[in-house]
């Protein structure tokens, strides 16, 4: 293998290797968002989501009428406790998001907005509770669990008022729950209670759960896609994803469902829905605590095209009000879905003298989030997508010039209307066209090579959603293999060989809970209290950490194909730390010896870092149990020549770093 150190390529971008995050698998609710307590205030289509009485409750009742007084116009539901008499099991349960985490000695808040009727009700107790250890119990029997954390809520008045304590676990439990009862007999409005962890990223109070970010931190993740992904779309045009309902006070957020509430998926999860707890304004902070380019992804103005044919008009017969705009069951013009993506830019980049950026402002971020990319569309295709992009794109560079706007060309990298999208959106002159493509694992080491004839000038490669899938496209049983990963990471040996071409790529779907995952492979598997990453995981990681500067092109002797031989590899120049990384995958059982010719180096140091993903097993996956089954290994290794000798492991993909110039 020969690099050419002395014919650098073209820069690698800063956003080379990032994040798609889509909530799908429970990854914000019940995931990386970790309020513990599910349908907080009473807003879902089914009210009671996630709530149960308890016998002794003598009557629920939930209630939307404004004039019932809730606690604002924009959180109009609450639940109206009455119990006839004094019980110590008068009240409900909630059951989280499959159990509710919770750390012995940490402290988590419990908040909740209360207002006394009639009646003798003297107190609101609260428990923390494990079901099961002192008996089972049933769904509607009293509750027999191990006590974990216990307080009272007195001092209640007529009047709306929200109260605080902290509670803190005897033990640690994956799937606790909250038991809420009155003390006395009459009634008790209740509304927004949260339960939520102190322990959160940069301990913010509506922060995420740390073991997830420190993961994705970790990766130094170029760039976050978000909100999706399909929920960007929403099954329904009234479904899509609204991010002007998404910032504000957390009360006023509105749930809605979320489009993997479906029972088209393997785990059917009926209780999904999106609580917004984590919002637009998150993910900008999120994105820019680790370090990532934000890339919100838009509605174009369609329904999922796998679900339902709905489009919005392109011309407007009327302009949208802002109640309108605002509302979800709106039948809104494309007009309406424009004049969010501008609004989206003055809120993310705005001064504070702007409507929107004063938004952001008040939410506690004076700084612009300096927003480069937008996405308009996820994964649309045909000519329905053009007629509504070139308008929308048109509007947004007409105020933003600079604006950076991702496109779609569909799903399917190799069909007739993706050829189409992909030149008409390259004639547009779209800055960056997203490509996804779910495929086996041989599709991605015989496509490494997929970018070589692509165009060096005009839009750029977003390789926005991908992953090797062991058995087919959305079966349950795909697993996060070495092999998948390994193909994966000979893919990727193509990506940055074209870093020219591409400067975005990033693995999908990143978060799945194992209890309530309707998608596999998934890069970053978590239960309640832990999180491990899969060797697609380490694989994106190793590309993460070694992105390095600048192109450096290689070669292979005797004319041989990155890929020929189950060999692939890539290099780049890190001028940051006067290295050359190269990224070699040895997809064979054997060890295999390689000699790297660094021609035209000019500075050599002595000793290189060598950092070794492999398994002879290519079905070993990671897990809950076994989190580093595949994991990378360090180690170092002797450069004396210009012609460094290395023996690459058997199934392994290794990434040396030489000292040299
Ligand atoms: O990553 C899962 C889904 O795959 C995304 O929501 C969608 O964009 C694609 O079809």
Known sequence: ITVQVNKPGAPIAKTMYGLFFEDINFAADGGLYPELVKNKSFETDDRLLGWKAIRGAAALAVYNVISQQPISATNRNFLRLTAATASPDAGLINEGFRGMGVKQGAEYTFSVYLR????????????????????GPGPETPLSGAVLAQTRIEG?????????VVLKPTATAAKARLKLTLEGAGTLDLDVVSLFPKDTWKNRENGMRPDLVQLLKDMQPGFLRFPGGCIVEGRTLAERYQWKETIGELASRQPLINRWNTEFVHKFTPDYYQSFGLGFYEY????????????????????????????????ATRGPSAAEAHSHADDPSLDVFIQDALDLIEFANGPATSPWGAKRVAMGHPAPFNLKYIGIGNEQWGPQYLERYEPFAKAVKARYPAMNIVSSAGPAPDGELFEKASQRLRELKAEVIDEHYYAKPEWFRQNAGRYDNYPTTGSKIFAGEYAAQSVAIGSPDNKNSWDCAISEAAFMTGLERNADKVIMASYAPLFAHVDAWQWTPDMIWFDNLKAYGTPNYYVQKLYGVNRGTTMLPVQRGNNAKNGDDNLFSSAVADDATGEIVVKLVNYSAEARPVTISLAGVKKLGKTGKATVLASPDLNAENSLKEPQKVAPKDETFKVSSSNVAYTLAPHSFTVLRIPGK
């Open 116 to 135: 006394r009727g009639p009646g003798s009700v003297s107190g609101l107790n609260v428990t923390l509770e494990e079901p099961g250890r002192a008996g």
């Open 284 to 315: 900008f902070q999120l994105s820019e605590d680790i370090g990532a380019e934000p890339v919100p992804i838009l509605n174009v103005g369609m329904a999922c095209q796998f679900n339902s044919a709905e489009l919005a008009p392109v011309s």
């Open 156 to 164: 209640l008045t007529g009047e709306w008022k929200k109260y605080s």
